[in-house]
């Protein structure tokens, strides 16, 4: 024993004391994305407007694709990416891939638009022709544009055009896409895993 501690338990705090720091580094990195979507469903929520979050959709080629936020709107359904980036972004909206720039480092991720425009293109193959379906995606977090490409914007901005649209009746036609879409819309966990194994195929 020592100052009544038995050896592992210093062992452990130890452990903790020296990794601490790191463990929660890779914890906070890892649930950033989901911290950034439940941010946006919470606003979205506030609106009043109807919505569905983090659902599983078939893709339209036989697979499977995972969509943030979808928004049943007076003019159509909002298919929206969340991203909760920080330090500077650039990209174009033609870009396969952008930058992101912390400090002296540099790192190149997807293109949200173009990664979001397979979810687009899944809710098009559940509604009827003619029904607009608009991507669009959100920044959280302190990520500063260089120059902002069109379809994308802070969670502020995209709140307060959302809120224009509050109370405007929503056409037939949309809202018999938004039972489709609604309907093909999965959250169960068979679904979820079939869709890792999807990535992890396609990865």
């Avoid at 009043?48 to 659902?55: P, R, S």
């Avoid at 909002?78 to 790192?107: C, D, H, M």
């Avoid at 018999?176 to 979820?192: I, M, P």
């Amino acid at each position: 024993m020592l100052w009544g501690f038995g050896v592992t338990t210093l062992f452990v705090l130890v452990l903790l004391v020296i990794l601490g720091p790191t463990v929660l580094r890779l914890v906070l990195r890892k649930t950033k994305g989901p911290r950034g979507e439940w941010k946006v469903a919470s606003a979205i929520n506030s609106t009043g407007l109807e919505a569905l979050h983090d659902v599983i959709l078939p893709d339209g080629r036989g697979g499977l694709t995972q969509v943030d936020h979808l928004i049943k709107t007076p003019v159509g359904i909002a298919v929206i990416e969340t991203k909760n980036y920080s330090g500077k972004i650039f990209g174009q909206e033609w870009e396969p891939s952008w930058t992101q720039v912390l400090g002296r480092k540099s790192f190149h991720f997807q293109n949200p638009l173009r990664q979001n425009y397979c979810h687009v293109e899944a809710v098009r193959a559940l509604v009827a022709p003619g029904i607009d379906v608009m991507g669009h995606v959100i920044f959280v977090g302190d990520a500063r544009f260089q120059e902002m490409p069109a379809g994308v914007s802070g969670l502020r901005d995209f709140l307060r055009n959302l809120r224009r649209v509050r109370g405007v009746p929503v056409p037939a036609d949309v809202e018999a896409g938004w039972k489709e879409v609604s309907t093909a819309a999965r959250r169960d966990s068979a679904t979820r895993q079939a869709h890792r194994r999807q990535l992890r195929r396609r990865h």
